[in-house]
Nanobody, 121 residues
Framework: VQLQASGGGLVQAGGSLRLSCTDS????????LGWFRQAPGKERQFVAG????????LYADSVKGRYTISRDNAKKTVYLQMNSLKPEDTAVYYC???????????????WGQGTQVTVSS
């Protein structure tokens, strides 16, 4: 598993961004995938997760209704669509993968590098 995240940037409050994370490994289609974020001075926190098939998803309460996680197994890519962004969403966002399934995504086996998301007020 080799995860590469992209799509971060600077956006005004209320705006949208879509993050992407591509896996260059060979087991993409069998792994649950997730997104985490870490704000300055804070611990890394779970944001969203998706099962290997895409049929099940999981969200942190703070992003429910605003963020959508999806995946395209043919492209070996997981996405995080972020709408109605708030300044408190500012963080480095990381993608992650776990071979054990969605139930284990909050403690993933694999991490990608982060991408910075900054939301200005």
């Amino acid at each position: 598993v080799q995860l590469q995240a992209s799509g971060g940037g600077l956006v005004q409050a209320g705006g949208s961004l879509r993050l992407s994370c591509t896996d260059s490994g060979r087991t993409f289609g069998t792994n649950a995938l997730g997104w985490f974020r870490q704000a300055p001075g804070k611990e890394r926190q779970f944001v969203a997760g998706i099962s290997w098939s895409g049929g099940s998803t999981l969200y942190a309460d703070s992003v429910k209704g605003r963020y959508t996680i999806s995946r395209d197994n043919a492209k070996k890519t997981v996405y995080l669509q972020m709408n109605s962004l708030k300044p408190e969403d500012t963080a480095v966002y990381y993608c992650a993968a776990d071979s054990g399934g969605l139930d284990y995504i909050k403690a993933p086996d694999y991490w990608g590098q982060g991408t910075q998301v900054t939301v200005s007020s």
